[in-house]
């Protein structure tokens, strides 16, 4: 069974900063990663897939790379409707999620 | 528009069994996989396993294998999640979405609160 860690649990940055969250594997998944965010009482949206293609009306802003076992989610400039919660998921064998960074405002 | 919408509210015994429905609308419900996850409250997301409409073919997580039956009806493009010998520790808002190959595409439901309580 694979095992996503993200790190930091949360995450503390101001508006119009860059935010650079982590996911490591604990074996390879190759480009078989995505990332979703999620607001309080929402569902989860899907925000980038195979690792860096970004999924249809996300900004530019958001940006993934990483391939294997370590993973990074990027936001170029914060915006207010960014504050929230994301994970990242592997597929690479069945399904598995990390345990969430919270992206908090400073 | 392409939606998913979920059964309302569940409050069981531990010990029973709940069944849970997603219903699609807006595209052709055979063309995409149905996964569920399920996200207790104040925690993270956990997969539950897959579905494939068109061919019935189900994945599940090994957690829940055993205890877990992901079925459909292709005549009301409807797909369900049945969880078995509910324990205090099932309590979580059980979401539905749609996926391609494993990645969770969206829409997703709204999510169904499930409660296990005596």
């Known amino acids: 069974e694979i095992v996503m860690t993200q790190s930091p649990a949360t995450l503390s940055v101001s508006p119009g900063e860059r935010a650079t969250l982590s996911c490591r594997a604990s074996?390879?998944?190759?480009?078989?990663l995505a990332w979703y965010q999620q607001k309080p009482g929402q569902a989860p949206r899907l925000l980038i897939y195979?690792?860096?293609t970004r999924a249809t009306g996300i900004p530019a802003r958001f940006s993934g790379s990483g391939s294997g076992t370590e993973f990074t989610l990027t936001i170029s400039s914060l915006q207010s409707e960014d504050f929230a919660v994301y994970y990242c998921?592997?597929?690479?064998?069945?399904?598995?999620f990390g345990q969430g960074t919270k992206l908090e405002i400073k | 528009q392409v939606q998913l919408v979920q059964s309302g509210a569940e409050v069981k015994k531990p010990g029973a069994s709940v069944k849970v429905s997603c219903k699609a609308s807006g595209y052709t419900f055979t063309s995409y996989d149905i996964n569920w996850v399920r996200q207790a409250t104040g925690q993270g997301l956990e997969w539950m396993g897959w579905m494939n409409p068109n061919s019935g073919n189900t994945g599940y997580a090994q957690k829940f294998q055993g205890r877990v039956t992901m079925t459909r009806n292709t005549s009301i493009s409807t797909a369900y999640m049945e969880l078995s010998s509910l324990r205090s520790e099932d309590t979580a808002v059980y979401y539905c979405?749609?996926?391609?190959?494993?990645?969770?595409?969206?829409?997703w439901g709204q999510g169904t609160l499930v409660t296990v309580s005596s």
């Open positions: 074996q390879s998944v190759s480009s078989n």
């Open positions: 195979g690792a860096s």
């Open positions: 979405a749609r996926g391609d190959s494993n990645v969770l595409t969206g829409p």
């Open positions: 998921q592997q597929y690479n064998n069945r399904v598995a």
